[in-house]
């Protein structure tokens, strides 16, 4: 029978998208939900996802947020190189770490790299950025189909999930394999619209594959509320509002940035 | 390790051959910029302009060995005649990326560049080198009336769709960058391009540009020494090559160094290679140099390196 999973990534502290997601990846007819990371950052409250993730008993691979706050470290790894774009990721990354608890650090601190699937005979790969690196910017327009065939044949994989970029795409590739980004629930794709993404990966007793990204609305004007009150720069909550990234722009390749209007 | 062992130029192996530059204008420009790193010209022939039967092979064996994405430069890329056909190719199988002076854009030349870029699902990014926000501070470096046209050149991409990088080598003191972003930025505005991207290079000391201002000093080499705990991925040479029209080598900073050149084809080029030019220390101070990504400030990365996490991952080794 066809083996169904939801796989979400970039929850970036937005509780209620999680609690949402939570309620519609069954409803879907997923039996298994997975995490891939990120998450605190940019988002309030950053404690609160983690009660839902533990109470959904939901697997969760180790973004770089998680492995920064985690550890202690200084930044967020989120690999930025533009002054501006790291001045943003610098005021999530002190908020998100000043407002988590210890436990919850230590929690992150020890989550898996990666996790592997067997879904009828589909070997599934599970990452935050790409299988190589944790932080790698994998986006849909500059990276090449034979750059993705070649991560499938050196990390044995015959469909290889990541997130980290926040904008969600899916590739057959020429070799029967696929790569999917599921996108991020923590903030908007930069399409003008308030919903968020998830990925829900089909794949039937024929081991035949079926990607389908879901739009999940979840109560953002409530999530933008939170925000102002915990005083979260206007640029963040205008992206929840309105569905157009503001931040952190730079790292975008044209096609991506194009498709916004920042 | 003895002290005159850490005082070797280190070897940086080949981790993953990621991206490839193409030097399809060879050493040929249009230009004579006074701080060009490998001195172009319309008559530096040190390297010539690639066609397209040397580029397709080269493009092909990309392919067999997982390159991710593509780059172009020279020299100016748009005075290579089959530059188009060598553009379409690429976007046929990856992402390109062209470094060019926008001094030889034509409303139909741009029109055929969007065209390409529409058909591909990869993105075509145009790099443009302007020097200075005004005539008074790019004219002096890239030549007369080169700002005008360069300047004319965005007009023309920005409203065909495109949303090219402006690069500029940094002439001026680095805690000068917000003031030069800020009138640049104001300039662009002008015409049309409200949403500038924006790339400052550090200066290379090597070339026409050791004349301009002045040359590496004495010591200034990467040595062993100086690699432990410092991030190699930051490195170009540890996930490129660049394409000529008489080989591979190492990068394009070095293309015109003899011993810089690898081999003829791809695989000839896939061992590592000892960091002992001069031009090293810029990149291995600044990083990012050469991909599309803004470099990070000065001496940022040497920290970076000493706190780098092994979690973050390594990438596989070729082959």
Same mark, same amino acid.
């Given at each position: 029978?066809?083996?169904?999973?939801?796989?979400?990534?970039?929850? @970036?502290?937005?509780?209620?998208?999680? &609690?949402?997601?939570?309620?519609?990846?069954?409803?879907?007819?997923? &039996?298994?939900?997975?995490?891939?990371?990120?998450?605190?950052?940019?988002?309030?409250?950053?404690?609160?996802?983690?009660?839902?993730?533990?109470?959904?008993?939901?697997?969760?691979?180790?973004?770089? @947020?998680?492995?920064?706050?985690?550890?202690?470290?200084?930044?967020?790894?989120?690999?930025?190189?533009? &002054?501006?774009?790291?001045?943003?990721?610098?005021?999530? @990354?002190?908020?998100?770490?000043?407002?988590?608890?210890?436990?919850?650090?230590?929690?992150?601190?020890?989550?898996?790299?990666?996790?592997?699937?067997?879904?009828?005979?589909?070997?599934?790969?599970?990452?935050?950025?790409?299988?190589?690196?944790?932080?790698?910017?994998?986006?849909?327009?500059?990276?090449?189909?034979?750059?993705?065939?070649?991560?499938?044949?050196?990390?044995?994989?015959?469909?290889?999930?990541?997130?980290?970029?926040?904008?969600?795409?899916?590739?057959?590739?020429?070799?029967?394999?696929?790569?999917?980004?599921?996108?991020?629930?923590?903030?908007?794709?930069?399409?003008?619209?308030?919903?968020?993404?998830?990925?829900?990966?089909?794949?039937?007793?024929? &081991?035949?594959?079926?990607?389908?990204?879901?739009?999940?609305?979840?109560?953002?004007?409530?999530?933008?509320?939170?925000?102002?009150?915990?005083?979260?720069?206007?640029?963040?909550?205008?992206?929840?509002?309105?569905?157009?990234?503001?931040?952190?722009?730079?790292?975008?390749?044209?096609?991506?940035?194009?498709?916004?209007?920042? | 390790?003895?002290?005159?062992?850490?005082?070797?130029?280190?070897?940086? =192996? $080949?981790?993953?051959?990621?991206?490839? +530059?193409?030097?399809?204008?060879?050493?040929?420009?249009?230009?004579?910029?006074?701080?060009?790193?490998?001195?172009?010209?319309?008559?530096?022939?040190?390297? !010539?302009?690639?066609?397209?039967?040397?580029?397709?092979?080269?493009?092909?064996?990309?392919?067999?060995?997982?390159?991710?994405?593509?780059?172009?430069?020279? !020299?100016?890329?748009?005075?290579?005649?089959?530059?188009?056909?060598?553009?379409?190719?690429?976007?046929?199988?990856? =992402?390109?990326?062209?470094?060019?002076?926008?001094?030889?854009?034509?409303?139909?030349?741009?029109?055929?560049?969007? !065209?390409?870029?529409?058909?591909?699902?990869?993105?075509?990014?145009?790099?443009?080198?302007? /020097?200075?926000?005004? %005539?008074?501070?790019?004219?002096?470096?890239?030549?007369?009336?080169?700002?005008?046209?360069?300047?004319?050149?965005?007009?023309?991409?920005?409203?065909?769709?495109?949303?090219?990088?402006?690069? #500029?080598?940094?002439? +001026?003191?680095?805690?000068?960058?917000?003031?030069?972003?800020?009138?640049?930025?104001?300039?662009?505005?002008?015409?049309?391009?409200?949403? %500038?991207?924006?790339? $400052?290079? =550090?200066?290379?000391?090597?070339?026409?540009?050791?004349?301009?201002?002045?040359?590496?000093?004495?010591?200034?080499?990467?040595?062993?020494?100086?690699?432990?705990?410092?991030?190699?991925?930051?490195?170009?040479?540890?996930?490129?090559?660049?394409?000529?029209?008489?080989?591979?080598?190492?990068?394009?900073?070095?293309? /015109?160094? %003899?011993?810089?050149? $690898?081999?003829?084809?791809?695989?000839?080029?896939?061992?590592?290679?000892?960091?002992?030019?001069?031009?090293?220390?810029?990149?291995?101070?600044? !990083?990012?140099?050469?991909?599309?990504?803004?470099?990070?400030?000065?001496?940022?990365?040497?920290? #970076?390196?000493?706190?780098?996490?092994?979690?973050?991952?390594?990438? =596989?080794?070729?082959?």
């Amino acid at each position: 029978m066809t083996e169904r999973v939801a796989i979400f990534g970039g929850v @970036y502290s937005n509780h209620l998208a999680l &609690a949402a997601l939570l309620e519609d990846a069954p409803r879907r007819g997923a &039996a298994r939900i997975f995490c891939l990371g990120d998450l605190g950052a940019f988002g309030p409250h950053p404690d609160e996802v983690f009660p839902l993730l533990r109470e959904a008993q939901i697997p969760v691979v180790q973004g770089n @947020y998680d492995n920064s706050v985690g550890n202690n470290l200084a930044d967020c790894q989120c690999g930025y190189t533009d &002054a501006k774009d790291n001045y943003f990721a610098r005021l999530s @990354y002190d908020y998100t770490f000043a407002n988590t608890a210890p436990e919850n650090k230590t929690w992150m601190r020890d989550l898996p790299g990666e996790i592997r699937l067997n879904l009828n005979g589909v070997r599934v790969l599970l990452c935050h950025g790409s299988p190589r690196r944790m932080n790698e910017f994998l986006w849909e327009t500059t990276t090449s189909l034979a750059f993705l065939e070649r991560l499938c044949q050196d990390f044995e994989a015959d469909i290889i999930v990541g997130t980290h970029t926040g904008l969600h795409w899916h590739r057959a590739l020429p070799n029967g394999k696929h790569f999917i980004n599921c996108g991020a629930i923590g903030r908007p794709a930069n399409d003008g619209r308030t919903c968020v993404w998830y990925a829900l990966l089909s794949i039937d007793e024929k &081991a035949s594959v079926t990607v389908e990204f879901i739009p999940l609305e979840y109560d953002h004007a409530r999530l933008a509320s939170e925000m102002r009150a915990e005083n979260l720069p206007p640029e963040f909550v205008a992206t929840i509002e309105t569905g157009w990234w503001t931040t952190c722009l730079e790292v975008l390749p044209m096609k991506e940035r194009a498709r916004g209007v920042f | 390790m003895t002290a005159t062992d850490t005082d070797r130029p280190p070897f940086l =192996p $080949l981790t993953s051959l990621d991206t490839l +530059w193409f030097q399809v204008a060879g050493t040929l420009c249009n230009l004579r910029c006074n701080h060009c790193f490998i001195s172009c010209s319309p008559q530096n022939h040190t390297l !010539g302009l690639m066609k397209f039967e040397q580029f397709k092979p080269h493009l092909d064996e990309a392919v067999q060995y997982g390159v991710k994405e593509f780059y172009f430069t020279g !020299g100016e890329p748009f005075i290579n005649p089959e530059i188009f056909e060598i553009l379409e190719a690429t976007l046929a199988v990856g =992402p390109a990326t062209v470094l060019t002076n926008a001094t030889r854009f034509t409303e139909e030349k741009i029109a055929r560049l969007a !065209g390409m870029r529409d058909a591909s699902e990869y993105s075509l990014e145009l790099r443009v080198s302007i /020097d200075g926000f005004s %005539p008074e501070t790019n004219d002096p470096i890239r030549g007369p009336g080169t700002f005008v046209q360069a300047m004319n050149g965005v007009r023309m991409l920005v409203a065909a769709g495109f949303l090219p990088i402006i690069t #500029s080598m940094r002439s +001026w003191e680095i805690h000068q960058d917000d003031e030069f972003l800020r009138e640049f930025k104001a300039r662009l505005a002008e015409i049309g391009y409200t949403r %500038p991207r924006m790339k $400052l290079l =550090p200066s290379l000391k090597i070339g026409q540009e050791a004349k301009r201002d002045h040359g590496y000093g004495k010591y200034e080499f990467v040595t062993e020494a100086m690699m432990v705990g410092y991030d190699e991925t930051q490195l170009l040479c540890h996930n490129s090559r660049v394409v000529s029209d008489r080989g591979v080598h190492v990068c394009p900073i070095l293309v /015109d160094k %003899p011993d810089a050149k $690898l081999g003829v084809t791809l695989r000839d080029s896939l061992n590592g290679y000892r960091l002992r030019h001069q031009a090293c220390i810029t990149c291995y101070r600044f !990083g990012a140099l050469c991909s599309n990504a803004g470099s990070l400030e000065g001496n940022r990365l040497a920290r #970076s390196g000493s706190e780098a996490n092994p979690a973050l991952g390594t990438t =596989p080794t070729q082959n």
